[in-house]
């Protein structure tokens, strides 16, 4: 964590963990309903500037690319990629 945690915005911002779609459900808009619900609270919140977060999959780079974030980081862990990514209010 202290390795992904470097990579992280000096500026307040809300950090998502974990987000999730059964694969049954993938594909129809439900991640992206969720990625709004989270623009509009970082949008209500006066003093967060934005979102940080890690993939560990390079296919979602694409996916939060298309959301307004962009790459801050890429690293290992253990062998594992890592993905900082970042959004920035008034983007």
Request: aromatic share 8%; glycine share 8%.
């Amino acid at each position: 964590m202290r390795i992904t945690r470097s990579a992280a915005p000096s500026w307040k911002h809300h950090y998502l963990i974990m987000i999730g779609v059964k694969p049954e459900a993938q594909g129809k808009g439900v991640g992206k309903a969720l990625m709004q619900h989270l623009f509009q609270t970082i949008k209500d919140d006066h003093e967060s500037q934005g979102i940080a977060l890690d993939t560990e999959k390079e296919e979602n780079v694409g996916l939060y690319r298309k959301l307004g974030f962009t790459l801050r980081e890429q690293t290992k862990i253990d062998d594992v990629p890592v993905y900082c990514m970042v959004y920035q209010k008034n983007h």
